[in-house]
């Protein structure tokens, strides 16, 4: 089969019997966890054995550690499907090889999706930035509302435990990803894009071509649905009144003063109030969907003026979808946040560094580490304690760090103290003479900066540029994720000293 072939669904696909090719990742594992749910044979192989592969054969899933054709006959029989990720999995993968050899109908991760959403009313969540906030505060907000959707989010929502569901309502809510164009895979009914700005030109080649993406998914949009943009973000109100000029029904959110500047756009939620506290924001939206306006107050637990906008606008595809408002707006306030989106590791209670928080965040692109860092720098305003904000990051992908260099010095910048790792190569080999260093020697100068190649030295690197009630947030899309528990043994281990003393 050609790879054309390989990433087009066939109608009438039977999903009976399913293998699924990396199916520990985010994605995927969200993907089976739906299939099994809805009475499907699942099957499917993976690097190593990991949480989320544990939980699937919980469930009743077959899940082989490693890559073998005899994989595909675990359930007793060839799988009706097998689903992989082209852009992760090597054409050679021994389980594709097999698959093809076999007749198998193979789709892309993204092709399973669209066939799961089927049928649902879909509200898909768009951008560069901050589709999993956004899609996991709206479904913890259709779900207070009473609506019980089917989701399927890139990270696990910690009130829920769990990154996807089958759910008895008739609305599905997903992410729609963008970083190899699968979103155009998708037909909305409600389609919202949070931010555009230039990422993954590893594959797009061009900032024009990534750009356009985002244009042809506005088009898809179902006809009577609607296209909701972030109205604090230049481009995502440009990709509006561009769709607007093609006949697609635009929407906007954001503050009031974003709202008068794209005047053109309709605003549905605006952000009219936002009071930082010690425990999160206070937000007060102004719902001008009906037509008299609305006024929502909800307290939100995770900091941030990005994930105010992420709140108005899942609030906004909620009032879209007819779901009660003021349920939403409760639901929001019930929201804990998700897995890897500044969530609390624990803190430090005794000791030199007594009070200093650990935070984890998978921020990997310079705007979502400048947004990071100022939430944090806001919750320690907020406290009043005179924390400061310690940042250990992790680069991932050369061509990423290569392209983005200036930019991620400029946003590490903004913190008080950063101890910044060797690249995360991920799917892309190393590139000579290209190191970490390429950002550190551009930040600034005035704030504590450490280069740090070795990986096992991080926690000792960070406990030498803390002070008691700092807060530390390790952050990137790579293994630093690891690194949280290891800086709170360190900071808590009775030699613990400051590099002052």
């Not at 990396?22 to 969200?30: F, R």
């Amino acid at each position: 089969m050609t790879e054309a072939t390989e990433s087009s669904a066939p109608d009438n696909v039977d999903l009976s019997r399913v293998h699924l090719i990396g199916i520990g990742g985010s994605g995927m594992s969200g993907l089976a966890h739906i299939l099994l749910e809805r009475g499907s044979t699942v099957t499917g192989s993976d690097v190593k054995d990991s949480l989320p592969v544990r939980a699937l054969r919980a469930r009743g899933a077959q899940v082989a550690v490693g890559h073998d054709a005899a994989n595909l006959e675990m359930g007793g029989e060839l799988p009706t499907v097998v689903v992989t990720s082209f852009a992760a999995i090597p054409q050679d993968n021994p389980e594709l090889v097999r698959a093809r050899e076999e007749g198998i109908t193979l789709l892309r991760r993204s092709d399973l999706l669209a066939e799961l959403m089927a049928g649902r009313t879909q509200v898909l969540i768009a951008g560069t930035h901050g589709k999993t906030s956004t899609t996991s505060m709206a479904v913890v907000a259709f779900q207070a509302a009473g609506l019980d959707p089917s989701f399927a989010i890139g990270g696990q929502l910690n009130r829920a435990g769990t990154n996807a569901h089958h759910g008895g309502g008739e609305t599905f809510i997903a992410e729609a990803d963008e970083s190899d164009a699968s979103l155009l895979r998708y037909v909305a009914d409600i389609a919202v894009v949070t931010n555009i700005e230039p990422d993954h030109l590893d594959y797009f080649g061009t900032e024009e071509a990534y750009f356009k993406v985002f244009d042809d998914f506005a088009d898809r949009v179902k006809e009577g649905g609607h296209l909701v943009v972030c109205l604090d973000d230049d481009e995502a109100a440009a990709c509006g009144v561009r769709a607007q000029g093609r006949g697609v029904n635009v929407i906007g959110y954001g503050t009031a003063e974003a709202a008068a500047r794209h005047a053109e756009i309709p605003a549905g939620a605006v952000v009219v109030g936002e009071d930082n506290t010690g425990h999160g924001v206070e937000v007060v939206v102004e719902l001008r969907t009906e037509p008299t306006p609305r006024t929502l107050r909800y307290a939100m637990s995770v900091p941030g003026r990005h994930m105010v906008l992420n709140s108005a606008g899942a609030l906004l595809a909620g009032a879209l979808a007819g779901a009660n408002v003021q349920d939403l707006a409760r639901g929001l306030g019930e929201f804990t946040g998700v897995r890897r989106r500044f969530e609390l590791k624990g803190v430090v209670s005794k000791g030199p560094f007594s009070g200093t928080r650990v935070f984890d965040d998978y921020a990997h692109h310079p705007t979502e580490v400048a947004a990071v860092v100022r939430a944090a720098q806001q919750k320690a305003q907020a406290e009043g304690a005179g924390a400061r904000v310690v940042v250990c990051f992790q680069p991932h992908l050369y061509s990423r760090t290569i392209n983005f260099a200036e930019e991620f010095a400029q946003a590490l910048s903004l913190a008080d103290a950063t101890v910044v790792l060797d690249i995360y190569g991920a799917r892309e080999s190393p590139v000579e003479d290209v190191t970490s260093r390429i950002i550190t020697d551009k930040m600034a100068d005035g704030i504590a900066v450490r280069y740090e190649p070795d990986f096992s030295a991080a926690p000792a690197a960070v406990r030498a540029v803390t002070k008691a009630g700092d807060i530390v947030v390790t952050m990137g899309a790579g293994t630093v994720t690891m690194l949280g528990e290891e800086i709170l043994r360190e900071l808590t281990s009775p030699g613990s000293q400051r590099e002052e003393e």
